[in-house]
């Protein structure tokens, strides 16, 4: 039960974390475990596993679940990573990059800036907790103690792609129509104004009328994914059925 939560804890960007040490993760799956056994003593028991190839093959079954509902549970904070990444390309911004100290990448700031105010209100709206308390309503769905690594064919990651996509398109779509108009109007200026160098004006009006957007469109944004939160872990949860 303990490598069910390690798999949340290790996959979930809310503890992911590079800064975020092994051993506190592996002693809090452990203290998670000891909470949620109660409830697991309710549920009927399991089979014995005899050998050592059942053993493994249902501890990596636990660590995999663990990881697909943390994973398919985070799915607002990988939208805003997506939305936060084109926005900047559509800024200029492209090139600015910076070190994530979650995953030590470089990513775009405007990228950096929303998943940040995202995990802010993720933590603040309890969404860590959502994603513990699911793991442990998840020991009915997909019972403890399986030998068994059968994977269905569909376990809903085209579902939780299109979901990302749209809400993400959701965030954007203000940007694209803003600096879409931007564009047609320094058109207009070059055109009439040919003297006046387009390049050199468009960069600073573009990158100030997209920090006026982001600041516009970053409540909306929150908005979006508040209404997400816990839909999409009812989602990870009823994946989590066909895994059985």
Known sequence: MSLRFLGILTVAPAFAASAFPIQVRLWLAFLLALF???AALELPSPEPILTIGGLVTASTREYLLGAALGFFGSLPLYALQMAGRIVGMQMSFGMANVLDPFSEVQVSVVEQFKFLAGLWFFFHWNGHLLLVRAAGE????APLGVPSLAFPLDPGLGLWMQRALVLAMRMVLPFFGALLLADVGLGFVARTVPQMNIFVLGLPLKVA????????????????????????????????????
């Not at 982001?214 to 939160?229: A, N, Q, W, Y």
């Not at 009823?238 to 059985?244: D, H, T």
């Open 36 to 38: 949620a056994l109660p």
């Open 209 to 244: 009328l997209g920090f006026f957007l982001l600041m516009v469109v970053l409540p909306m944004s929150i908005d979006l994914i508040h209404g997400e939160v816990e839909r999409v872990v009812e989602t990870a949860l009823g994946i989590l059925q066909v895994w059985r």
């Open 138 to 141: 998840s020991l009915c769905l």
